[in-house]
Antibody, heavy 117, light 110 residues
Framework: EVQLVESGGELVQPGGSLRLSCVVS????????IHWVRQAPGKGLEWVSR???????SYADSVKGRFTISRDNAKNTLYLQMNSLRTEDTAVYYC???????????WGQGTQVTVSS | QSALTQPASVSGSPGQSITISCTGT?????????VSWYQQYPGRAPKLMIY???NRPSGVSDRFSGSKSGNTASLTISGLQAEDEADYYC??????????FGTGTTVTVL
């Protein structure tokens, strides 16, 4: 069974930093593209970042220069380092894995990040 | 990257068919067949319903179908059921090597 489990979300002050983790099981992690997607309270889904199996990375303009995605294939774990956090970064953050081309087949349950003073 | 445009809400009676549109540009929907659709219940993670414009993952009801014409993709739900009441999002790969979601559509079963 494919499982993605996020952790690391918490309350942080504006300007602060946080690192999210996503532990994956049930498939060959190193062969998959993995994404971070977020959803602000009462809002829609927003794509944040993606890392391919070859390590190639892409970011949304809203987080470029502040967030860093990485992966540790030995630990089957995806990370999102978030710096210079803003109130508008408050959201549930999901990790999701591509199964079919261009799609996000498998999703975690999400972790809540709240940026507030 | 602006979100793809979807209607805020669509409604229908049980048994009817409804269609949700997803309008992008020639830099995303219009240029790639990497369009997918997701269903999301409140407080739950999204679920993949359609990938590569028209394909259904294993286990998804054949009442769900997808299509695309130019810069607009569509999701059709046939034989509408109470359990279809949820939020739906389209998603596309873009020419900037990024991804973008639609604004989301709330489906209400009357």
């Amino acid at each position: 069974e494919v499982q993605l489990v996020e952790s690391g979300g918490e309350l942080v002050q504006p300007g602060g930093s946080l690192r999210l983790s996503c532990v994956v099981s049930g498939f060959s992690f190193s062969n998959y593209w993995i994404h971070w997607v977020r959803q602000a309270p009462g809002k829609g889904l927003e794509w944040v970042s993606r890392i391919k199996s070859d390590g190639s990375i892409s970011y949304a303009d809203s987080v470029k220069g502040r967030f860093t995605i990485s992966r540790d294939n030995a630990k089957n774990t995806l990370y999102l380092q978030m710096n210079s956090l803003r109130t508008e970064d408050t959201a549930v953050y999901y990790c999701a894995a591509r199964g079919h081309p261009g799609a996000l087949d498998y999703w975690g349950q999400g972790t809540q990040v709240t940026v507030s003073s | 990257q602006s979100a793809l445009t979807q209607p805020a809400s669509v409604s229908g009676s049980p048994g009817q068919s409804i269609t949700i549109s997803c309008t992008g540009t020639s830099s995303d929907v219009g240029n790639y067949d990497y369009v997918s659709w997701y269903q999301q219940y409140p407080g739950r993670a999204p679920k993949l319903m359609i990938y590569e414009v028209t394909n259904r993952p294993s286990g998804v009801s054949d009442r769900f179908s997808g299509s695309k014409s130019g810069n607009t993709a569509s999701l059709t739900i046939s034989g509408l059921q109470a359990e279809d009441e949820a939020d739906y999002y389209c998603h596309s790969y873009t020419s900037r090597n990024t991804h973008v979601f639609g604004t989301g559509t709330t489906v209400t079963v009357l």
